[in-house]
T-cell receptor, first 113, second 117 residues
Framework: ELKVEQNPLFLSMQEGKNYTIYCNYSTTSDRLYWYRQDPGKSLESLFVLLSNGAVKQEGRLMASLDTKARLSTLHITAAVHDLSATYFCAVDVVWGSQGNLIFGKGTKLSVKP | GAVVSQHPSWVICKSGTSVKIECRSLDFQATTMFWYRQFPKQSLMLMATSNEGSKATYEQGVEKDKFLINHASLTLSTLTVTSAHPEDSSFYIC?????????????FGPGTRLTVL
């Protein structure tokens, strides 16, 4: 059974601090996505990681993918309150012309002043 | 580009009635669309995969007679919750994949919040 495990599930940070969210998965895949979800809203795409060693940065967020270790990280630098949200990683499992996203449970981030 | 819309954004209905939710890809053709369900403070759960012109593939535990999916065109998929009950209250999110490759990214709609009284 494919599993996608995120940790931590809850994260309370002080503004200005750094932290990393981890996403481990149990099957071979070289495509991983990070999404942000605000309360009552749908998913907002943050990063698309398409190969081993991929690293992408946008503002205070940086995501990386290690397909050999089956691990992706989302690093937060100098957190600000606006980053408070729930963050999901999702692994793309593809076979032939079909494919599904398998989501982690999400990490609820709360950034406090 | 790659915008997906859903309608309605929220709906309140009485127990026993049926509710239809539409998912449209506005600026691309979507051979495959997906329907997810999300309970409060939980992750997204895939309900079914919908391919244009063919029957939907439902995930284990999802009642196909209760959640009717129709993907009649390359830009529209509908989910009908039949004989809705309070336990069907949830946030329903659709996504659409552009093109025919399983490697293509999914684009998510804004979601529909269903409340069954």
């Amino acid at each position: 059974e494919l599993k996608v495990e995120q940790n931590p599930l809850f994260l309370s940070m002080q503004e200005g601090k750094n932290y990393t969210i981890y996403c481990n998965y149990s099957t071979t895949s070289d495509r991983l996505y990070w999404y942000r979800q605000d309360p009552g809203k749908s998913l907002e795409s943050l990063f698309v990681l398409l190969s081993n060693g991929a690293v992408k940065q946008e503002g205070r967020l940086m995501a990386s993918l290690d397909t050999k270790a089956r691990l992706s990280t989302l690093h937060i630098t100098a957190a600000v309150h606006d980053l408070s949200a729930t963050y999901f990683c999702a692994v793309d499992v593809v076979w032939g012309s079909q494919g599904n996203l398998i989501f982690g449970k999400g990490t609820k981030l709360s950034v406090k002043p | 580009g790659a915008v997906v819309s859903q309608h309605p954004s929220w709906v309140i209905c009485k127990s026993g009635t049926s509710v239809k939710i539409e998912c449209r890809s506005l600026d691309f053709q979507a051979t495959t669309m997906f329907w997810y369900r999300q309970f409060p403070k939980q992750s997204l759960m895939l309900m079914a995969t919908s391919n244009e012109g063919s029957k939907a593939t439902y995930e284990q535990g999802v009642e196909k007679d209760k959640f009717l999916i129709n993907h009649a065109s390359l830009t529209l998929s509908t989910l009908t919750v039949t004989s809705a009950h309070p336990e069907d209250s949830s946030f329903y999110i659709c996504s659409a994949r552009r093109g025919t490759s399983g490697y293509n990214e999914q684009f998510f709609g804004p979601g529909t919040r269903l409340t069954v009284l």
